[in-house]
């Protein structure tokens, strides 16, 4: 059974920094685009960062230079690193795999953004 845990929210006042966490079991992240979206209320889910099996990396435009996305191989994991956060940044941020046609996604962590 394929599980995706996130892990690290919490709230941070603007201009801090956090690090997030997504944790596989029952699939191997090294073979996998890993994927961390972000939900405001009322909004869709969007794209905020890709590592991909090569680990090249994508990010938002919004989000470029500030986060960074990276795997931990020996534990099945991919963090995001999150750094001069702005209220804009709130939500909660949710980890996401494809694999084998089908969609799996954690059941995210919340990140308040103080101004």
């Known amino acids: 059974q394929v599980q995706l845990v996130e892990s690290g929210g919490g709230l941070v006042q603007a201009g801090g920094s956090l690090r997030l966490t997504c944790e596989a079991s029952g699939i191997n992240l090294d073979i996998y685009d890993t994927h961390w979206f972000r939900q405001i209320p009322g909004q869709e889910r969007e794209l905020v960062a890709t590592l991909n099996i090569v680990e090249t990396t994508y990010y938002d435009d919004a989000e470029k230079g500030r986060f960074t996305v990276f795997t931990n191989k020996e534990k099945n994991m991919v963090d995001l690193q999150m750094t001069g956060l702005k209220p804009e940044d709130k939500g909660v941020y949710y980890c996401?795999?494809?694999?084998?046609?089908?969609?799996?996604w954690g059941q995210g962590t919340q990140v308040p953004v103080s101004s």
């Open positions: 996401h795999v494809a694999a084998n046609g089908q969609c799996f």
